[in-house]
């Protein structure tokens, strides 16, 4: 009779892949993949009103915003696609929900603080957007994408303070710093414990595109979300 191997020889065990998404994952990667363009609008006049929660994406432009949206939602054009020439500076929103119904919105508002827009500009999107996060009934949450290797900057900061309030009365706020895969082990640690102490008890995530690091738990963050707010009729 053969020898048994030797123990070192022992094939692997078959073990649960680490990276597997769970349950409420996939189920919520699955539901953003119901993500389809449904309006866009050059004011906040033109939003339309709508009763479903609603979660805005913002971030300085270059943050990693648009890959962000397309990342979470598996489409590779959705949020790229909006933003035709001319249309940078619109607020572009997209129906979430399967089978054509509509139960949450996601809004990719303008990318701020592109260094070649004239001052005036910058300053009249800084007030549409301290407006549409003061003001917009059915905003669910609010996710703000930052390249953790400039950290926050100024109108993070001020966006930040616009939204405090409503942070502070319980509106979900979630930091995504974005292009993880950039940074190193120490360098991912110290920019989450920086940016959780600025976050004012909002989440904070590392997120990679390329590494597909975060997508899972920014996903299952935002489904939680959106079923937090549904009316508890719905619910029922
Ligand atoms: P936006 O202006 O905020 O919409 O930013 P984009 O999504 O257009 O991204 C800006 C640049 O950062 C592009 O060159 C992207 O390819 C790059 N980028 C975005 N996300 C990631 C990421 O997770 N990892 C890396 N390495 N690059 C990224």
């Known amino acids: 009779m053969a020898r048994p191997h030797a123990m070192t020889d022992r094939p692997t065990p078959a073990r649960p892949d680490r ?59 959705l949020a790229f696609a909006s933003r035709r020439p001319g249309r940078t500076q619109h607020i572009n929103l997209f129906a979430l929900g399967r089978q054509g119904t509509t139960d949450a919105v996601l809004t990719d508002l303008p990318g701020y603080g592109y260094a070649a827009v004239p001052l005036a500009d910058k300053q ?26 400039h950290g926050l900057r100024e109108l993070d900061e001020i966006l930040l303070e616009v939204i405090r309030p409503r942070v502070e009365q319980g ?16 360098e ?9 102490l600025q976050a004012g008890g909002g989440a904070v995530m590392l997120f990679s595109a390329p590494k597909r690091q975060g997508v899972e738990d920014a996903a299952t963050w935002l489904r939680a979300v959106v079923d937090a707010a549904a009316s508890p009729s719905d619910a029922a």
């Not at 009103?49 to 590779?76: D, H």
């Not at 800084?126 to 290797?149: G, I, K, S, W």
């Not at 509106?171 to 120490?186: E, G, M, Q, V, Y």
């Open 19 to 77: 990276n597997a998404p769970t349950e409420a994952a996939r189920e919520a990667l699955g539901w953003l993949h119901t993500a389809r363009f449904l309006t866009t609008a050059a004011q906040l006049n033109q939003l339309p009103a709508l009763e479903v929660p609603e979660i805005a994406f913002v971030g300085r432009s270059n943050a990693g915003k648009s890959t962000a949206i397309n990342t979470l939602t598996q489409q590779n054009q």
């Open 124 to 149: 009249r999107w800084q007030r549409v957007m301290a407006n549409y996060l003061v003001t917009r009934e059915n905003l669910a949450a609010v996710v703000m994408l930052c390249d953790p290797r």
């Open 171 to 186: 509106l979900p706020f979630l930091i995504l710093l974005t292009k993880a895969d950039k940074l190193n082990r120490s």
């Open 188 to 196: 991912q640690a110290k920019a989450l414990q920086i940016t959780r």
